[in-house]
């Protein structure tokens, strides 16, 4: 059936171009007042075929830039503060950029709508970024450079969801590969599998295994980069998402679906990643190109919006409260025929910078669950105590003369860490020493401020009322090799630095140098890899070899080890059994990944003590059948 045909036939002559951006369908029209008044009747279709439909004034009846421009500064009220206007000139659409947004909007929309009615463009609206980052720069950039690609790219893909397209329940089979990521944690890779789609399920990077163990098994046959659908991406950690921009490189050209601050994540992270391995004389798996193309071809999706990603895959993301942007992903496959929960990484827990892992759900037969704290002795102690524990600890060591060192995951609890530190010294329970952040933790900061939608309530509201805690004065940033000296020869001092496992990065450099005094301490809150020099240090090994100024050699562990577990980015088994209690509906199947072995199984035979309900947990390889 050809949906757009269906649709110019039920509305007037003044459509004058249809097609697709993605799953969404939008129609342009000549006529000023069908633009205007049309509404009703694109509402009567919209109903009758259940798809988002969006009309647009074509670009023969658009005013200019230069007076559209003029009509918007007219419009929009001067406290709104607007920073930039951005004409998308093949979409007919205008994006304001402003400091207050809320203001661009109007109540109701009322602003908005007459910028619409006033200028006939389309009118989206940005907030301005409370600290500057290159990274979300450059990603605007790529998007605006390649406007008519992607106008090419999203009709294309909108071709193939709907050449298919028929609004029956489909009586087909779904099975699914795990390609990695079963019975271990990293390198997760999921292939699910239709008559009518194949989807990749996100394709990370295990950074602390060695060789072919690093990636998912890609070299196999049910798997193809030429006949893959779509790459869906659950949040933006390397384990999850490191390995896509290589599938652009060996030729994937499909979308790849994610929130939007998991796009600009992933790319901030890939770009560290080749830098890592340019550091270490190694070869990047792949170039600074390669991130730009999977930008080119991503489609955002915000929490709780619906697409359809094939034609018979329909995708919903909701908050996994895990690191920013991180999502559970929800996929309705066959019109309802059954419906699939993947978890990614989830948080079932209060933590200050995100809101909880959403539990309820419009349908679910099977889900997909982490493990990573699934064994029942990972009971996480309270987030109170392990505050306490940590200004405790950097307490002691700043009063002895000592330096914290904290490694820190780029992406996630480094922000929760400065969240705990700003308000501690904010009540005076912290000694007001300096808080140096180094490595990539400072970019992801600014990418957190440009998406205040994605914190919790209370984060949200401080970076809305210009309180934003991220651009306190107790933190300084380290840019340079000289301002890296200064921190090392300085007093005591806290320093948060990536990578978060002791795997190459900023936290190596500052561990070099404080690994031999015992005065000093390293405190680790992120999970520790098998293999990694974090997972060793956690293990008591007393010395390790470095390479420092080229030669190697080595170094004592001298200074104190702390593990603080309570922060973890992920649920604790307590969390885990909690959101299955609170889950609706229940489930039919749980199958349980991204754990080591001994993790997973427990985790597998206490869901089915409680649930009575189909467990499985599979090892790489292995393809399971859903119906
Ligand atoms: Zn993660």
Known sequence: ??????????????????????????????????????????????????????????????????????????????????????????????????????????????????????TLWVPQVQRSAAIKSQITENIREVLYANNNYRRKFLNEIGEKIYKEWSPEKSEGWIRITFLGGARQVGRT???????????????????????????????????????????????????????????????????????????????????????????????????????????????????????????????????????????????????????????????????????????????????????????????????????EELIEIINKTIKQGGKVLIPELGLGRAQETMLILEDAIKRDKLEKVPVYIDGMVWDINAIHTAYPDFLSGQVRNQVFRDNNPFTSEIFSRVGSPQERKNVVEGGPCIVLATSGMLVGGASVEYLKEFASNEKNSLIFVCYQGVGSLGRQIQEGIKETRMIVDGREEIIKINLAVHILEGFSAHSGRNEIMAFFNNMRPKPKRIIITHGEVSQSLDLASALYKINRVETNVPRNLDTLRLK
């Open 189 to 387: 890779g999921f292939l699910l599998q239709t008559p009518n789609s194949k989807i990749l399920l996100d394709c990370g990077i295990d950074v602390a295994a060695q060789d072919k163990d690093k990636f998912p098994y890609l070299n196999v046959p049910e798997f193809s980069l030429s006949q893959l659908d779509a790459i869906i991406v659950s949040h933006a950690h390397l384990d999850h998402v490191g390995l896509i921009p290589y599938l652009y490189k060996m030729g994937y050209t499909g979308p790849v679906y994610m929130t939007p601050p998991s796009r600009d994540i992933a790319a901030l992270i890939s770009l560290d990643f080749i830098g890592v391995a340019y550091k270490q004389a190694a070869t990047p798996l792949f170039s600074s190109k390669d991130i730009k193309e999977m930008v080119k071809h991503s489609v955002c999706l915000n929490f709780n919006e619906v697409t359809d990603v094939t034609p018979d895959v329909r995708v919903t993301m909701y908050n996994a409260g895990h690191c920013l942007g991180s999502s559970i992903i929800h996929l309705n496959i066959g019109n309802g025929a059954h419906n699939l929960v993947y978890t990614g990484d989830y948080k079932y827990g209060r933590s200050r910078l995100l809101d909880p892992a959403v539990v309820t759900f419009p349908r679910v037969e099977t889900i997909i669950t982490e493990s990573t704290y699934g064994g029942r002795d990972r009971i996480l102690p309270p987030r109170s105590k392990s505050e």
């Open 1 to 118: 059936m050809d949906i757009l045909k269906n649709i110019k036939d039920k509305l007037p002559n003044e459509i004058t171009e249809a097609n697709f951006e993605g799953a969404n369908i939008v129609l342009y029209t000549s006529s000023e007042n069908f633009f205007k008044d049309g509404e009703p009747k694109i509402k009567a279709v919209v109903d009758e075929i259940k798809k988002r439909i969006e009309l647009r004034a074509d670009p023969k009846i658009l005013p200019s830039q230069e007076e559209t421009e003029k009509n918007i500064r007219k419009i929009v009220p001067e406290e709104a503060e607007i920073t930039n206007i951005i004409f998308d000139v093949h979409r007919s659409i205008v994006i304001i950029e402003a400091k207050k947004p809320g203001m661009v909007i109007g109540k109701q929309g009322l602003v908005l709508d007459e910028i619409r009615k006033k």
